[in-house]
């Protein structure tokens, strides 16, 4: 199946990727490196964020089991440390380190094996996934790091910014202590740092994951400046500090893109230092390495990349989710699962794709693991119910997986005595394009420009409660129940429990 071929290949290489496969390469221009900068397409007010998260896999097992953050924690894989919490980073102990000298830098290190990435993968999409709540343009670019081209967001908040708006730099501005000065002068990167802060904390919030943001022009130097602080920090970098930060590269494979390979045929070249491939001639560079390679590096060591944020593609499931402090009771159980269910199948019918598994996941509240304390059900979507949810009845899916949610509900707690969740989760997966792309929904392109349209007003006559299977129109008498405002659906609580229970 497509799908996991993808899948599969992503979770075995996708770290690997190069930044250098990701840019197109540029059409070559004039040899003058000074040209270049200037040439081309690219709005210079491009605001581009980038996302790269903590210590990924080690932030992970801390959310797993919250008693690793405390310790050196190294994640193993084989006999390296993959990466490892900033605790053990403080002790000495370093990214790609063995296993060997790490336990000698560091006798307390605790070991994690992190051979299986299931966890990581689904960390990882979650990610790509919230950042796609903001903005359709999500590139991934390994586990842990997005692209999101925010140009739009930020032109609509200028727009919406009065004129005598005194603006402000949010985290770091590189190269400058205080940057109170430029705000004026950067309002896009201003706003953009501002937005990669919201996201942020977001991130955190909604993920429990900490993470740097590097906010700038192009990909390639959002990428630069992001990890500029670290950890959890953000650093913007102005126009004017462009030269600055790609001079301060100690060496040719310091520039994303310049890989092993190519910097030794560099090296041959006699070039070590980015400053060396920016004065070298392009005519010559191109004998070496054809002249689109050769533009290309070129445009590298002049931070300039040109390449939009390209949409990865649609993600493999899609998930809704809330965490509060307490849902206590079935009823409430019962509303906030039809408020995220309505979103999810909302955005399901937009993506266009069918799904064929249900699941839900409850957080149940533990003072000892606040953040993953997950237990989850799933089941099949009967066809005739998954068939609507990407239709123009996906009102009516709704009715139908309401009553499969709370069976979920009900295999993992026992409604009769008291319980206390923090947290709730619908998630559609093994999603199928066929048939979809009859409609012409189901591409990537259609699972990006999709809009939601909150609040839609729903028609309800008697031939969509007769077209129900048998045992469904109760159900959709419930949904349209449960429609009605909070406070006048607790009379009929038990009743929808109890039809949820034999559904
Ligand atoms: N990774 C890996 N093998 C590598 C490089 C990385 O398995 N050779 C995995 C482990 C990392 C994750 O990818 O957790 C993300 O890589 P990063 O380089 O972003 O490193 P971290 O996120 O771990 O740390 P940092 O806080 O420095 O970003
Ligand atoms: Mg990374
Ligand atoms: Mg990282």
């Not at 008693?67 to 490892?84: D, H, M, N, S």
């Not at 965490?323 to 019918?349: D, G």
């Not at 319980?419 to 997966?429: D, I």
């Amino acid at each position: 199946m497509a799908n996991s071929e993808d899948e599969k290949e992503e979770d075995d290489t996708e770290w690997k990727y190069s930044f250098v496969d990701s840019i197109p390469l540029i059409p070559a221009a004039a040899s003058d490196p000074s040209l270049n900068r200037t040439s081309g397409p690219t709005p210079a007010h491009r605001v581009i964020l980038h996302f790269d998260l903590d210590c990924f896999y080690a932030q992970v097992e801390m959310i797993r089991n919250p008693a690793l953050r405390e310790v050196p924690l190294g994640i193993q894989q084989k006999y390296i440390i993959v990466t490892c919490n900033y605790v053990a980073r403080d002790l000495g102990v370093s990214k790609l380190m063995s296993v060997t000298d790490a336990k000698e830098k560091c006798p307390q290190l605790v070991l994690v094996k992190g051979e299986d990435l299931t966890h990581y993968r689904e960390m990882s999409y979650k990610l790509t996934e919230l950042l796609m709540s903001y903005c359709p343009l999500v590139e991934r670019l390994g586990f842990d790091e997005n692209f999101v081209d925010i140009t739009k967001i930020v032109e609509r908040r200028l727009a919406e910014t009065p004129e005598s708006n005194n603006f402000s730099f949010k985290g770091h501005v590189y190269n400058h202590t205080s940057a109170e000065l430029e705000a004026q002068d950067h309002p896009r990167l201003a706003l953009g740092s501002h937005i990669a802060a919201e996201i942020r904390e977001d991130i955190k919030g909604k993920l429990g994951l900490t993470g740097c943001a590097g906010i700038a022009t192009n990909k390639l130097l959002a990428k630069l400046v992001c990890g500029t602080f670290k950890p959890n920090q953000q650093t913007t970098l102005l126009t004017e500090n462009i030269d600055d930060i790609i001079g301060s590269l100690s060496s040719l494979r310091k520039v994303p893109g310049v890989g092993y390979q190519t910097s030794k045929r560099l090296q041959a070249l006699g070039l070590a230092s980015v400053k060396d491939l920016q004065l070298f001639p392009l005519n010559d560079l191109a004998r070496e390495f054809g002249a689109p390679s050769a533009q290309r590096l070129k445009n590298l060591a002049l931070g300039v990349d040109e390449s939009p944020v390209t949409p990865t593609g649609a993600p493999q499931s899609l998930s809704d989710e809330d965490s509060f402090k307490k849902i206590s009771s079935t009823k409430e159980v019962l509303e906030k699962t039809r408020e995220l269910l309505s979103n999810l199948v909302e955005r399901m019918r937009n993506d266009g794709r069918q799904p064929q598994t249900f699941r839900l996941t409850i957080r149940k509240y533990s003072a000892t693991n606040k953040w993953f304390n997950r237990e989850s059900r799933q089941c099949p979507i009967p066809n005739h119910v998954g068939q609507k949810i990407p239709s123009e009845s996906s009102e009516d899916a709704l009715v139908l997986l309401l009553p499969l949610a709370m069976k979920l509900f009900h295999k993992m707690v026992d409604s009769s005595a008291a319980f206390h969740l923090t947290l709730l989760n619908v998630c559609f997966s093994n999603l199928q394009t066929k048939g979809a792309a009859v409609s012409g929904k189901g591409s990537i392109t259609s699972f990006f420009t999709q809009s939601t349209s909150p609040g839609k007003t729903q028609q309800i006559c008697s031939s969509q409660i007769q077209a129900l299977p048998t045992g469904f129109q109760h159900t959709f008498i419930l949904y349209v129940v449960c429609r009605i405002p909070p406070l006048r659906t607790g009379v009929v609580t038990a009743w929808i429990i109890r039809l949820a229970h034999t559904a």
